[in-house]
């Protein structure tokens, strides 16, 4: 994959987050940073035509503006471009994406019960965008792991080298975790469940393998688990810098935008998440992201 390192950012502290993880991610990468502010169709300002166009430039300039200087002040040496396209943000997003390496997006804080509150855009672009993309909560730093999970699926290869991408960029371990049902209670010892866990770790070895041997200075740590996917990822989660899944797992059924593991994990992740899926399986034509709501 190539392209730059694609933004959205409104002027809110969620798409702050995600500038900040952005930029990061481009300077780690030698890749430019793309910023876009979407200015939604119809917006009203002013009273009149000239006050709303004028108004309407100057506050959507502004938050551009503020995100470029934020952006090169961290990084002074990034190559920054941006937009202030109009339209329905989703669709623009998406078309964006057709060229960007990452599309990084905030998430909206966390309702009562702990969950992340995500909007409609960013589950739309999440489930149709072209290439990875990172749904920014906050930013964890200082942990030095990237988690993602593992199932053997073709969206799992993608999301594990993406995740050993990382791992090598960041000089941080790899924890690949993979969880499994046993068909008894896990009170339950037998001897047929032992050799299904054995089974599971050799799955587990086999798929590690070939990107082991393309990235020998990444730290790899194998993890069985016998809990559901999305509540071990999700405590997993709690010490890493970044966790990686793919789109859709193994189970996944065909056709959906997401699976039920990955848009959990939208709203549960503790860090910054990586929502990955097989690069030619996500070409939209324009018909497709034009019919997006």
Known sequence: MTGPILVGVDGSGRSLRALVWAAQEAALRRCPLRIIHVVPPAREYATTAEGRAWEESQRDQGIVAEATAIALDAHPDLDVTSAVPSGAPAPVLLAEAEHAHTVVLGAKGRDGFGSLLLGSVALQVVGHAACPVVIVNHITTGHRRIVVGVDGSEHSDAALAYAFQQASLRSAQL???????????????????????????????????????????????????????????????????????????????????????????????????????????????????????
């Open 175 to 293: 924890r690949a975790l993979h969880a499994w049902s046993p068909p008894v209670p896990h009170a339950v010892v037998s001897a047929a469940q032992d050799a299904m866990a054995k089974e599971h770790q050799e799955a587990l070895e086999e798929w590690l393998a070939p990107l082991r041997e393309e990235y020998p200075d990444v730290e790899v740590v194998e993890q069985l688990s016998d809990e559901s996917p999305v509540f071990a990822l999700a405590r997993a989660s709690d010490r890493a810098d970044l966790l990686v899944v793919g789109s859709r797992g193994r189970g996944g059924f065909r056709g959906l935008a997401l699976g039920s593991v990955s848009q959990h994990l939208l709203q549960f992740s503790l860090c910054p998440l990586a929502v990955v899926r097989p690069r030619r399986q996500t070409a939209l034509s324009d018909s497709r992201i034009a019919g997006l709501p």
